[in-house]
């Protein structure tokens, strides 16, 4: 066997090892571009984002809100006596837009609360970014405009205090560390 026959054998495996990976990682990272926003911001994703669209940020207007993948939760919540109809994009959606790949979210609100939850929630269950109750517009003095709701009444055993604590109403940013 000559050393020419051995290269020619090899350089095309070569080739593959080296060029393959690579090829992989490149549709790997092909962002998603996300729009700007047209209307006034109401939720901004900071922190570890992939698909930025304002700066290093990613910006929601409403119009923007309302054409990710949504749910309808019915349910009661520990502060409302009588069933809602909820709906909103479901923070998966969100997270996936925006390009968000942290374990763990930090969710702020406008009264600067803060609560932590993990990215796993919102893949074990439809847990929506509320904008809307029985076809409302969530206002200010009913948690809105952006609230985190669980699936309470079908899975109870959401029911716990951690749980409760992540339900975050007045949402404005959510922060991927
Ligand atoms: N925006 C906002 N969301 C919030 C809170 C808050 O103070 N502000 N409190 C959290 C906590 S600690 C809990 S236990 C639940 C319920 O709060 P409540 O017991 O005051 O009704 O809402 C959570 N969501
Ligand atoms: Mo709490």
Excluded at 78 to 88: A, C, L, N, T, Y
Excluded at 96 to 107: N, S
Excluded at 131 to 149: A, K, N, T
Aim: glycine share 6%.
């Amino acid at each position: 066997m000559s050393i020419g026959f051995i290269v020619r054998l090899l350089a095309p495996l070569l080739w593959l090892l080296i060029a393959l990976p690579h090829a992989q990682a490149h549709t790997h990272a092909q962002p998603t571009p996300l729009p700007e926003p047209t209307g006034r911001v109401i939720l901004t994703l900071s922190g570890d984002i992939a698909h930025p669209n304002v700066g290093g940020e990613a910006h929601f207007d409403r119009t923007m809100l309302k054409a990710l993948p949504s749910r309808i939760i019915e349910t009661h919540t520990p502060w409302h006596s009588d069933k809602g109809r909820f709906e909103g994009p479901l923070v998966r959606a969100l997270l996936e837009a925006a390009g968000a790949d942290g374990d763990c979210l930090r969710i702020r609100a406008l009264d600067d609360f803060e609560a932590q939850a993990p990215r796993s929630d919102f893949y074990d269950h439809d847990v929506i970014l509320a904008m809307s109750r029985d076809g409302e517009p969530l206002g200010i003095r009913d948690y809105g405009p952006l609230f985190v709701v669980y699936p309470f009444d079908a899975h109870p055993e959401l029911l716990t205090e951690a749980v409760r604590f992540r339900s975050v109403w007045h949402v404005e940013r959510i922060i991927v560390p």
